[in-house]
């Protein structure tokens, strides 16, 4: 009879075991479809980034096309005054020296438009960050004495230093002849 007892014991636990193991299929199931979910989600989001990529290498060379574009748009009015005054060097040449200024200061501005400053010159502290020193001469110590090439900068970027002749701390001597200094300048 003890056989019997387990045998009729065994039967039991099975039948408890069904609901459990339902249960877990059940579980299973619910997992495999979040992580479906889940799968198809990050696909979206990826194909999403990628094209969002996409999007701003386009908006990037198209900024780009769009900023060259307006510079050569501001220049293209030196270009007019440089032909109207070879123009009318031809016809009269006095007035080429007032014709070329107007272009200069007219490219001045064309510049300053576009944020494009001139880097301080004579009289201007030596700064290694916006100067290029090409020489030394009598004068103060550490300042500007005369420049070669105008240096610019557009907002924080330097587009190209100053080439400038430097003081070097030395007065000038009495007995020197007073236009050989004002010559360099």
């Given amino acids: 009879m003890e056989n019997k007892e387990t045998v009729a014991e065994s039967p039991a636990p ?4 069904l609901p459990e193991l339902e249960r877990l299929r059940g579980e ?12 198809n989600k990050f696909l979206r ?3 999403d980034f990628e094209n969002y990529k996409k999007r701003m290498v386009q908006e990037l060379e ?3 096309r769009n900023g060259k574009f307006d510079a050569v748009r501001a220049l293209l009015g030196t270009l007019d005054d440089l032909e109207r005054a070879l123009g009318f060097a031809s016809v009269k040449p006095e007035d080429l020296i007032p014709g070329v200024r107007s272009v ?3 490219f001045a501005r064309s510049l300053k ?3 494009v400053e001139a880097v301080p010159g004579v ?4 700064d290694p960050r916006y100067h290029e020193a090409i020489g030394a001469v009598e004068g103060e110590e550490g300042k500007v004495m005369h420049v070669y090439q105008q240096g610019f900068r557009y907002g924080d970027l330097l587009v190209r230093p100053a080439r400038v002749v430097v003081g070097n701390g030395v007065k000038e001597a009495e007995g020197s002849e007073p236009g050989a200094h004002s010559e360099k300048n």
């Fill in 113 to 115: 438009g576009l944020g």
């Fill in 62 to 64: 198209s900024a780009q």
């Fill in 123 to 126: 009289g201007a502290e030596f």
């Fill in 104 to 106: 200069l200061e007219n």
């Fill in 14 to 17: 099975e039948t408890s075991e």
């Fill in 45 to 47: 989001l990826y194909a």
């Fill in 28 to 39: 299973v199931e619910f997992l495999k479809a979040e992580l479906e979910a889940s799968k």
